[in-house]
Nanobody
């Protein structure tokens, strides 16, 4: 089955930046949906960003973003691999969480990309800590 590995987390001061990576190994899919979620201690897992592909191409060249990160985070992909990169700028302590990468085979409906329960494969997560 697909295995996902996140990297790039760490400790950063408020206002700083981090770039997270998600790389898949094992079987890969031509068409897939890939999302990023985060979970802070004592809080529910929340959607961060996601994209989908169709016929091996990103649909509309767009990613979907949660309102809380819009304008600060940018999600991109490596078209040669099932991989993504989450550039996080202007970080605040509210961004402190474990960040997870998730994948589902096929191109999900746009409105479904933010639902954590529709993804089949999950990475182990990478810790992001933002100090004030």
């Amino acid at each position: 089955q697909v295995q996902l590995l996140e990297s790039g987390g760490g400790l950063v001061q408020a206002g700083g930046s981090l770039r997270l990576s998600c790389t898949a190994s094992g079987p890969t899919f031509t068409d897939y949906s890939m999302g990023w979620f985060r979970q802070a201690p004592g809080k529910e897992r929340e959607f961060v960003s996601a994209f989908r592909t169709s016929d091996g191409r990103a649909t509309n060249g767009r990613a979907k973003y949660a309102e809380a990160v819009k304008g600060r985070f940018t999600l991109s992909r490596d078209s040669a691999k099932m991989a993504s990169f989450l550039q996080m700028n202007s970080l605040s302590p509210d961004d402190t969480a474990i960040y997870y990468c998730a994948v589902r085979r096929g191109s999900l409906a746009w409105g479904s990309l933010s639902w954590s329960n529709v993804y089949d494969f999950w990475g182990q997560g990478t810790q992001v800590t933002v100090s004030s």
